[in-house]
T-cell receptor
């Protein structure tokens, strides 16, 4: 069975500082990995994905994520945080393996708070 | 560019009442799904469909029914509402390419069961 862990319920960072939102995953085969963002009272929006190829994936709004197969991690990063980045962030995984579930499984979400 | 449209946005029910949450998408997506979002629980999959006429259960299907008579619509029915079904419900769709499942979400439907 596939699973995703987001070990931090909340991340606090000062505006202008780099941010990291952590995600680790477990799948039986090779993963497809995703990050989504949810602003207050809105649906989730896609940020970026890892399918194959370069381990560093760049996405929307200046976000990027690094796939680390040995550590089974896919941490979300941004070099300089903005107050407007404050939102709930979800990591998701689906399994590329034949017979694996291609239905994505979501983590519990991490609330990012960027202080002015 | 409507994307995924959910109605209603808000609903209050009494225990035992039934209702249907509507979901429609205009992107010709094969895959559609329903999630519920509860504090501290993240998103949990209720039901999903990989095409018209095909539905399957997700992680938390009890108390909910779905059908998929057309590609565009995927309604979620609550048969007899319970307070435990108080939640925010999201419908999502994608092209259904196996595994590369970038989901487009609706704005959500907030349901309160008294």
């Amino acid at each position: 069975a596939q699973s995703v862990a987001q070990p931090e319920d909340q991340v606090n960072v000062a505006e202008g500082n780099p941010l990291t939102v952590k995600c680790t995953y477990s799948v039986s085969g090779n993963p497809y990995l995703f990050w989504y963002v949810q602003y207050p009272n809105r649906g989730l929006q896609f940020l970026l994905k890892y399918i194959t190829g370069d381990n560093l994936v760049k996405g929307s709004y200046g976000f990027e994520a690094e796939f680390n197969k040995s550590q089974t991690s896919f941490h979300l990063k941004k070099p300089s945080a903005l107050v407007s980045d404050s939102a709930l962030y979800f990591c998701a995984v689906s399994d590329r393996a034949s017979g694996g579930s291609y239905i994505p499984t979501f983590g519990r979400g991490t609330s990012l708070i960027v202080h002015p | 560019n409507a994307g995924v449209t959910q109605t209603p946005k808000f609903q209050v029910l009494k225990t035992g009442q039934s209702m249907t949450l509507q979901c429609a998408q205009d992107m010709n997506h094969e895959y559609m799904s329903w999630y519920r979002q509860d504090p501290g629980m993240g998103l949990r999959l209720i039901h999903y469909s990989v095409g018209a006429g095909i539905t399957d259960q997700g992680e938390v299907p009890n108390g909910y029914n779905v059908s998929r008579s057309t590609t565009e619509d995927f309604p979620l029915r609550l048969l007899s509402a319970a307070p435990s079904q108080t939640s925010v419900y999201f419908c999502a769709s994608s092209t259904g390419d196996r595994g590369v499942n970038v989901l487009t979400f609706g704005a959500g439907s907030r349901l309160t069961v008294l």
